[in-house]
């Protein structure tokens, strides 16, 4: 592998895209060695924590080397490509990395550190471009070295790979295996694309046990599973032939590809969603309130608003009305619009409201929210919402959506379900979550009849809001959803 200590290379690291974050996994690379590439040009796509975010590239030249394959979580400050920036020819075949090439037989894996002298060439005079974010933090904490394709992991000894095959459920008789794959010169891990690494990450299976069958001893996708297969057959295996005649054990379940379990890596949008609700869970003390109210007045005002001139075009739904009257309440009880400043031992308060909208998306949940929600008419409220569903829907929304947000609305109802107990979002103070709105016997002017009927759960943080504060929020919720005319006397 070339080590690129020419001055004319340029290599470009991984940004702090999302204010903070730590670490991206690489989704797609637009680029590949030899390409031209110019100034603000978008040379691959990344995911952090928070959202999918693309990179451009800071400068002109050609690339010379992608350090890591698609699917790789790469630390922030780790280079991921190298550019020649004086234009030369694009490197030959042999300094290609193992994801760019992943048959060859390469003397070394790409390496996640920067060239030697990299970091004291000359900065360019002029413009420093800003790519995301804030740049990568300085800081003195070092960080354990992640084990990635990039990195080189020295062969474990026969004994080593014996009890490493042990543990993985192969049995002692299962650590030869390793060598029966045909070993390139130099060679010092098992040769296997990009997605059949993931493949066997996902479904737990040790690479150094599977026997190659594709050319040049390049371990498929097919290798893969045939390794997983003879797990679920094991204990009938081990039966002794001369062991007396017994009642034959129920055949195993149903299985996914021969497989009783499916283990998928946290990481992205899971892994922050759950750092951030066992933090949330456990720093602030949670109080939940529930009231059940009738919306039967709000539904038919919903189903007018779309008839209505001013909003045509415009997304016009419950929810609309429902953030609406949470702003409402707000303004009524503003002291609820707050955050709990731990390290100064300050309540701080807000006089804006960032609303967040909990939504689903295929890379998980994630809270984006409407910027100076309190000050936007209903139909500029109307259009945000729809704004922040369709961009969260193409998994486009920017880190940014989802900084500094006040106060969330989760909508659970859409599940059909009728309420939950929802956790805050962390710096936040309360969370409303509003049920399924179902037709239900109700007493309405002294008679049974039917009525359009939800549940509404509020979550706060008990430092800050008390029990007194948190019921009158809700029940000016109730009352603006029971009579909407009151967004008129009340806003």
Known sequence: ????????????????????????????????????VTD??????????????????????????????????????????????????AAPAADQPVAAQPQAE?????????????????????????????????????????????VTVPAASPAAQAVQAELNGHGAAAAPAAPAAP?????????????????????????????????????TREDVHAAVTPKAAEPAAVTPAAAPAAPVAPAPVATYDGARETRVPVKGVRKATAAA?????????????????????????VEELK??????????????????????????????????DEANQEIVQKHYVNLGIAAATPRGLIVPNIKDAHAKTLP???EALGELVATAREGKTSPAAMQGGTVTITNVGVFGVDTGTPILNPGESAILAVGAIKLQPWVHKGKIKPRQVTTLALSFDHRLVDGELGSKVLADVAAVLEQPKRLITWA
């Open 380 to 382: 500029q409220l109307a």
């Open 307 to 340: 008839q209505g001139k001013d909003m045509q075009g415009l997304r016009v739904n419950p929810l609309l009305l429902i953030a609406k009257a949470l702003l409402v309440a707000i303004k009524r009880n503003p002291e609820i619009n707050a955050s709990w």
């Open 277 to 301: 609700m066992v933090g949330s869970a456990f720093t602030a003390p949670h109080v939940t309130e529930f009231v059940t109210v009738d919306v039967t007045r709000t539904m038919k005002l």
């Open 106 to 150: 390469p003397q070394q894996p790409a390496a996640p550190v920067a060239p030697e002298g990299s970091e004291d060439e000359p900065k360019p005079a002029g413009r420093q471009p800003v790519l995301v974010g804030y740049g990568v933090a300085t800081t003195s904490t070092k960080r354990r070295p992640r084990k990635g394709p990039g």
């Open 183 to 219: 070993a390139a010169p130099g060679q010092d891990r098992p040769l296997a694309k990009p997605p059949v690494r993931k493949l066997a990450k996902d479904l737990g299976v040790d690479l150094a046990a599977v026997t190659p069958s594709g050319p040049d001893g390049v371990i």
């Open 40 to 89: 603000g040009q978008v040379v691959c796509e990344v995911e952090t924590a928070k959202a999918a975010v693309e990179l451009p590239i800071p400068y002109d030249g050609v690339v010379r080397e992608l350090h890591f394959p698609e699917g790789t979580t790469v630390d922030v400050g780790t280079s991921i490509i190298a550019v020649d920036v004086a234009g030369g020819a």
């Open 1 to 36: 592998m070339t080590t690129m200590t020419e001055a004319s290379v340029r290599e470009f690291k991984m940004p702090d895209v999302g204010e903070g974050l730590t670490e991206a996994e690489i989704l797609k690379w637009y680029v590949q060695p030899g390409d031209t």
